[in-house]
């Protein structure tokens, strides 16, 4: 199974600033790689497949890039309403798998 | 628009099963690969199972495998996940997911989640 590890755990930053999340891969998964934002008491939701394409209405201000087994989600601008808990996915090979999560707060 | 609804959670003893049920609608339920995957209270998310839009194609986690089931019925836009030889530690909310779109199988659409507690 392909083991993904996210950094850091926790990032505070402040409204209006730039932030970088990092997903690491075990093994390479090519571009096969997903970002989802849950809130709590919430449902996650998909912000990024294919390691840089945006999903459906989700902002320009969400950019992901990477391949391989290096990745990066990058927000340009953070507003009130991301501060949530952030994961990557990958889906190049089965089992699918999880990282363990990055929590953006407020600072 | 898309929309799932899962249901059939509950409180069931450890070693005894539970099916849970995920209604979708909104899309054509008949041309899409399907997931379930979970969220123990407080932790991170795990992905379950899946399942190819006709149904040949099944997919596991390990932890899973032998004890749990995927399964649907597209003439009722149902998806099926027939859980057996419960543990604790199978304790989560659980979600079904709908590939994003044919070619991908991401989890792209989530319905709101069923709680499943094991307990004695």
């Known amino acids: 199974e392909i083991v993904m590890t996210q950094s850091p755990a926790t990032l505070s930053v402040s409204p209006g600033e730039r932030a970088t999340l990092s997903c690491r891969a075990s093994?390479?998964?090519?571009?096969?790689l997903a970002w989802f934002q849950q809130k709590p008491g919430q449902a996650p939701r998909l912000l990024i497949y294919?390691?840089?394409t945006r999903a459906t209405g989700i902002p320009a201000r969400f950019s992901g890039s990477g391949s391989g087994t290096e990745f990066t989600l990058t927000f340009s601008s953070l507003q009130s309403e991301d501060f949530a808990v952030y994961y990557c996915?990958?889906?190049?090979?089965?089992?699918?798998?999880f990282g363990g999560g990055t929590k953006v707060e407020i600072k | 628009q898309v929309q799932l609804v899962e249901s059939g959670g509950g409180v069931v003893q450890p070693g005894r099963s539970l099916r849970l049920s995920c209604a979708g609608s909104?899309?054509?339920?008949?041309?899409?690969?399907m997931h379930w995957v979970r969220q123990a209270p407080g932790k991170g998310l795990e992905w379950v199972a899946a399942?190819?839009?006709?149904?040949?194609?099944?997919y596991y986690v390990d932890s899973v495998k032998g004890r749990f089931t995927v399964s649907r019925d597209n003439s009722k836009n149902t998806l099926y996940l027939q859980m057996n030889s419960l543990r604790a530690e199978d304790t989560a909310v659980y979600y079904c997911?709908?590939?994003?779109?044919?070619?991908?199988?991401?989890?792209?659409?989530w319905g709101q989640g069923t709680l499943v507690t094991v307990s004695s």
């Open positions: 093994q390479s998964v090519s571009s096969n």
């Open positions: 996915q990958q889906y190049n090979n089965w089992p699918l798998t």
């Open positions: 997911a709908r590939y994003t779109f044919g070619g991908v199988i991401v989890p792209g659409y």
């Open positions: 294919g390691a840089f």
């Open positions: 399942l190819s839009y006709e149904g040949s194609s099944k």
């Open positions: 909104g899309f054509t339920f008949s041309s899409y690969g």
